[in-house]
């Protein structure tokens, strides 16, 4: 009897090597929904067991969701970066700044929240997605 395998798992958590833009647009899609089903699974279970899901609760009763984004996330990042020829510590920082609480609506914080966590966040994935990777660097050299 032949064993299964999953023969795409090891590289689904694979950090070595690169990974360009459009290869990276896909795997954050792919992925993305990936964490939307753990999501479902993560709300599903603290219903079960009686847990309620409010903006109070959201951080404490959903930790499953955030280690998986971290698990899932983190090996497509550091692949792009490596394309990129940014050092992958810049992630420490990055995902530092993306665990830090958004306060309660109508708080007199979320002005300041937008400015010094959102919009950086928003930035920088920015600047992942669109930064060209070593392929596009080569190619232009060739053509000089």
């Known amino acids: 009897m032949k064993m299964l395998t999953m023969k795409g798992l090891p590289q689904f958590f694979d950090w070595r090597g690169e990974l360009g833009r459009l290869d990276y647009f896909k795997q954050i899609i792919k992925r993305l929904v990936i964490l939307l089903l753990i ?20 951080d404490k009763n959903l930790t499953l969701t ?3 984004a971290f698990a899932i996330m983190v090996p497509i990042d550091i692949r792009r970066l490596n394309d990129i020829g940014i050092s992958p510590w ?14 309660l609506d109508g708080s007199p ?36």
């Open 90 to 103: 810049w992630l420490a920082p990055v995902w530092i700044l993306s665990q830090i609480p958004e306060p």
């Open 66 to 68: 955030t280690i998986a």
């Open 109 to 144: 914080q979320v002005g300041t929240y937008t400015l010094l966590v959102v919009i950086p966040l928003f930035l920088w994935g920015l600047f992942i997605l669109f930064k060209p990777g070593k392929t596009l660097r080569e190619a232009r050299r060739q053509m000089e």
């Open 39 to 58: 999501l479902g699974i993560n709300i599903g279970l603290c219903l079960l067991v009686g847990l309620e899901i409010t903006a109070e609760t959201w």
